[in-house]
């Protein structure tokens, strides 16, 4: 590089390879153009569907806390649904799509047809990808090459957003139906039961639990405490009368006879004495069973209670889903509309020409210059004075310059 120590040098350098870099330039152009005009043009159209929050989604058992689900997801289901190999296969069947490329495979052709299409709401800059709040419009968009395609491909796929949403509403709507009439039978199926064993527990403790007909055992009690008052007091008068005649010693006949039935009677009043406390000891155990059983039972009507309130919330909810089935089956639901069918689009797509013709006379003239400098290196000739002095380090006192020879006319 010591041939190119200024501008002089190196503009003398383009000027002796000016035919070279000239040729190369012109082959890259032409190399450029050849390569634009091969791009094909592609055709975008797209069509405007209408959408509400549908009440079969926003309802039923996988709604979510919030009364519905995001419109996000909803969108991306639909696209999942409609992006199936399937649904594109049968797209591509349709429209006979790669009768000029049988040699593509069809992985490579169904994800090519799934890059060609995007459905995306309009939402004016607001971003819905984890809102509840529905965007309204909905625009399905189809890139093909050529303009009867793109317009034909978005319609179908419009038309399979509008099928796609009759058929989500039909199976949600069923599955909500489904789902709390099982709930209902479910909660009926466990009243039953507690019931059943709510009378069962009755009748095993029908002795303790206080009915109207059984429970008298407070009178009962009452009663016994006033009967061993009496006893009480009669054996106290009759112990008090034994005593004193026992006193006396020496006793006739007669007071012998008294004697026995002051006894006998003592006898008398202490069994029936023990009885009564027997039955007071047994009527205060079966209180405290009564209040055990008691308790069993309020435990029961509270469970029955609580079952025969998410019935009563089951019997609604399932009757709303019959409301929205009849609905969805008389078309007076919730649907998408579609506003605006693809028309076929006037103009092609920028497909890439001007950038390519660009790029590529930009290349080519980098590589003229490249080819230019590396002949230069190749062949280091010594020009003119600032050369030889830089080179050699020695001033030329003389310089001839090149003379060249006029030709006689």
Do not use: C
């Amino acid at each position: 590089m010591g041939s190119l120590g200024s501008i002089g040098d190196i503009v003398s350098m383009l000027w002796r390879r000016r035919w070279i870099m000239g040729t190369t330039i012109l082959a890259g152009a032409a190399v450029s153009y050849q390569v634009a005009i091969s791009q094909p043009h592609s055709y975008q159209a797209s069509a405007i569907l209408q959408i509400e929050t549908p009440r079969s989604l926003s309802e039923g058992p996988r709604a979510g806390t919030g009364g519905g689900i995001p419109a996000g997801y909803w969108l991306q289901l639909v696209q999942a649904r409609l992006m199936v190999r399937e649904n594109i296969q049968t797209l591509i069947d349709k429209f006979d799509l790669f009768s000029d490329t049988p040699q593509m495979t069809e992985a490579i052709q169904v994800e090519a047809v799934r890059r060609a299409f995007r459905i995306e709401p309009i939402t004016s800059g607001q971003y819905y990808g984890n809102s509840d709040q529905w965007p309204g419009v909905l625009r399905v968009t189809a890139t093909m090459s050529t303009p009867e395609l793109a317009a034909d491909m978005a319609n179908e796929m419009a038309r399979s957003v509008l099928d796609l949403n009759a058929n989500t509403q039909t199976e949600r709507t069923l599955e909500t139906l489904q789902f709390y009439s099982r709930e209902e039978a479910r909660i009926a199926a466990q009243i039953n039961a507690v019931e059943d064993e709510m009378a069962s527990f009755r009748n095993e403790h029908l002795d303790v639990l206080p009915t109207t007909v059984l429970d008298n055992r407070p009178d009962e009690m009452r009663t016994i405490d006033g009967e061993l008052n009496e006893i009480s007091g009669e054996l106290l008068e009759t112990r008090s009368a034994y005593e004193e005649l026992v006193s006396r010693g020496t006793l006739s006949t007669i007071e012998q006879r008294q004697a026995r039935e002051i006894e006998s009677r003592i006898q008398v009043l202490s069994t029936r004495e023990q009885q009564l406390q027997d039955r007071m000891t047994e009527i205060r155990a079966s209180g405290r069973r009564s209040v055990n059983a008691e308790a069993q039972m309020q435990a029961f009507e509270r469970r029955l209670v609580n079952l025969r309130e998410q019935q009563a919330e089951m019997s609604a909810r399932r009757a709303a889903a019959e409301t929205a089935q009849r609905l969805n089956v008389e078309q007076e639901g919730e649907q998408f509309i579609l506003l605006e069918q693809a028309v076929q689009p006037d103009y092609p797509l920028s497909s890439g020409r001007k950038k390519i013709m660009v790029f590529g006379l930009a290349g080519s003239m980098m590589l003229a210059l490249a080819i230019a400098v590396l002949l230069e290196m190749l062949k280091p000739v010594l020009r003119s004075a600032g050369q030889m002095e830089r080179g050699t380090g020695l001033r030329p006192v003389v310089t001839i310059p090149e003379i060249r020879e006029k030709r006689s006319g």
